[in-house]
């Protein structure tokens, strides 16, 4: 079998493994360096549970292979907290109750962060589009939609407390 020598960096850290390159970036991410919190649903790209963010584009990482992933920056659910503080996305989930199951949580918020870090104010019609490919099968969506635009407005207010 062939071997593949992956490096890419994950949540901030370079890492390099020796892999099958029939690997999907998801089975590197779960199997490989035992970061969990990206989630495999339906594996064909259409519910978004996988959803990771590839050198800033979210991406179903059960539709990348692994080694498409060489020397690119990777950033999975496990990687947005900072210094055991809760990212603002996180911590509007838990205040909007837009959490149920959670099995599609770690997707939508990092479709939520793609977002955001691209459009600080979007609109709800904006927020609906951006999290279309990550499917929740509890909650509905409109708690969902209400996080992110409480995450957006804590994120503007710790950037302007940040520049002032």
Not at 48 to 66: K, M, N, W
Not at 74 to 79: A, D, F, Q, S
Not at 137 to 142: D, E, F, M, V
Request: with cysteine; charged share 25%; hydrophobic share 45%.
């Amino acid at each position: 079998m062939a071997v593949f020598h992956l490096k890419m960096k994950v949540n901030g850290e370079q890492v390099a493994v020796d892999i099958d390159p029939r690997l999907r970036l998801l089975d590197v991410l779960r199997d490989v360096l035992h970061l969990t919190g990206t989630k495999e649903g339906c594996g064909e790209g259409e519910c978004g549970a996988c959803s990771v963010i590839l050198d800033g584009e979210l991406v179903d990482s059960c539709l990348v292979l692994a080694p498409q992933a060489q020397g690119k920056e990777v950033v999975t659910i496990e990687g947005i907290a900072a210094e055991g503080k809760l990212h603002p996305l996180q911590e509007a989930f838990i205040e909007a109750g837009a959490v149920q199951c959670g099995f599609c949580t770690p997707g939508m918020i990092l479709a939520a962060k793609a977002l955001l870090d691209r459009n600080p104010s979007p609109s709800r019609q904006e927020i609906a589009r951006a999290i279309s490919g990550n499917l929740c099968r509890c909650t509905g969506y409109a708690k969902i939609i209400k996080a992110v635009e409480i995450a957006a407005s804590k994120l503007k207010t710790e950037a302007g407390a940040a520049s002032a």
